[in-house]
């Protein structure tokens, strides 16, 4: 995966790039992340109805978001509004969403999720939580201590923000 070698190996260009050092601990990174990615995936492929990582996205989204209307769905999840549209029609069809009208613009249409959407994402949470809280369980404490706090300096930089690894 990413121990292939190639153009992985190649020096950054510019100035402020990565150094080779934070280049290499990326290339080590990314078989763990291509790990969590596929446990996620597989755990939210065991709830009660199979969804695509697109289809949950919008649910997540439409959750964070209720009466959101298709363009801003569209913007949020970086896609094209015929996509959006096809995405919200078959999650329609399967009674996970609904199409409302806005109560003030007549034209609008506002996305919400159904009772049986809240509770597929609901399903699919757990399932994700539980498969990573089998791996974590494998891990030795002081290791998990280091992780959490790994992850919250990785969002913080992520975020553009100073600090992170002693954040509680």
Known sequence: MS???????DRPGGAG????????????????????????STAGQEASM??????LRALRILE????LNLTALA????????????????????????????PHKRREVQLHL???GRQVLGQV??????????VLAAMEPADREALLRGMRAFLSAQEGRPGGAGDS
């Open 17 to 40: 790039g990565p150094d080779e050092k934070a280049l290499s601990l990326a290339r080590e990174m990314s078989d763990a992340v291509d790990g969590l990615v596929h446990l996620w």
């Open 50 to 55: 199979r969804l695509s990582a697109h289809q």
């Open 114 to 116: 159904t009772g049986q």
């Open 75 to 102: 913007e949020s999840m970086e896609i094209g509004l015929p996509t959006a549209s096809r995405l919200c029609d078959r999650l329609e069809a399967a009674g996970l969403l609904e199409r409302v009208l806005h």
């Open 125 to 134: 949470a757990v399932h994700r939580s539980h498969a990573l809280a089998v």
């Open 3 to 9: 121990r292939l070698g190639g153009f992985g190996h």
């Open 64 to 67: 964070s978001g209720p009466g």
